[in-house]
């Protein structure tokens, strides 16, 4: 398999975060930007399997008392209408992060692999593209799972709609692998964060802890090939796939500026990951 010069930045990004603390003369890390204002869905698309875009079908996607919720009060049996909340805007090199829980009961017609199931779809294609009855974006899916009250059942899982990547050296095409994170029982409020470095590198986190990584985030392969066409950049988007879910805060800093020097990309990564960021519940 071939190393690429992205790949060889990823390498030196998977070093032990080294960042002690600031100096005085350190340049101010970039801030967050939030994505959601907390009033109105004003900067996102909604694609719902079996509707037109934009059709928020049964007002799936709402805003209500400050929070970005998804719902599904309105639907007599789920019938696989997966829905997409995507960003307007597109990203390649960025650290997103999002608060969400898992509220009430799952839909009628909910998959049993869908409870407490739901999703940050990144590296993702427009919706513009999707079919009308294409049920998930191509996209890697950081997958959100909510415990069920027994047994183990991490979140911040990745997923391969219509892609693969690669860890420990081999492409990976297992449809989902789990992380190493928590069981999160119950309504509590969790903290998903996502570091995407283009074609490179992504990193999962947990209520601050480090709980899964891989690298070159690509394409199926086209025929016989082993490696697929990497992705370097793509939409954002939440899902909905029949559980309730409330987001909180979804926001992002884009790194993008950095891309072209690795030695400041790890300077900034390593101070912005030194800070342990948990949700108050």
């Known amino acids: 398999m071939k ?18 603390g600031s100096s005085k003369t350190a340049a101010p890390l970039p801030k967050w930007v939030q994505m959601f204002d907390g009033k109105d869905l004003k900067g996102w698309d909604i694609k719902i399997r079996m509707h037109d875009l934009n059709d928020n079908y049964n007002n799936t996607f709402r805003v209500e008392n400050g929070q970005l919720e998804v719902r599904y009060d309105k639907y007599t049996n789920f019938e696989k209408q997966y829905g997409h909340l995507f960003y307007k805007k597109q990203f390649s090199h960025y650290l997103i992060g999002v608060e ?7 839909v009628n017609g909910g998959e049993g692999w869908a409870l407490r199931n739901s999703g940050i779809m990144i590296h993702g294609q427009d919706p513009k593209t999707m079919g009308k009855d294409q049920d998930f974006p191509n996209s890697i899916e950081v997958q959100l799972l909510g415990g069920t009250g027994s047994g183990k059942r991490p979140t911040c ?5 219509g892609t693969q990547y690669v860890q420990h050296g ?9 992380s190493n994170s928590p069981t999160f029982n119950g309504d509590q409020w969790v903290r998903a964060e996502v570091l995407v470095l283009g074609d490179s590198i992504v990193v999962h986190y947990v209520n601050g802890q480090e709980v899964l990584r ?13 490696e697929g066409a990497l992705l370097k950049s793509g939409t954002i988007s939440l899902q909905s796939e029949s559980h309730p879910i409330d987001f ?4 992002i800093i884009n790194l993008e500026k950095y891309a072209k020097d690795p ?3 790890k300077e900034v990564v390593d101070r912005l990951m030194s800070e342990k960021r948990v949700p108050k519940q």
């Open 248 to 251: 909180r805060k979804v926001e």
């Open 170 to 178: 081999k492409v990976i095409k297992t449809h989902c692998v789990e």
């Open 263 to 265: 030695k400041k990309l």
């Open 100 to 106: 969400y829980r898992f509220v009430g009961e799952q």
């Open 157 to 161: 899982n990745v997923c391969t709609p």
């Open 3 to 20: 190393l690429n010069v992205l790949l060889k930045t990823a390498v030196l990004l998977t070093a032990p975060l080294l960042f002690l």
């Open 214 to 226: 891989y690298q070159q985030p690509q394409k199926d392969p086209v025929g016989a090939a082993e």
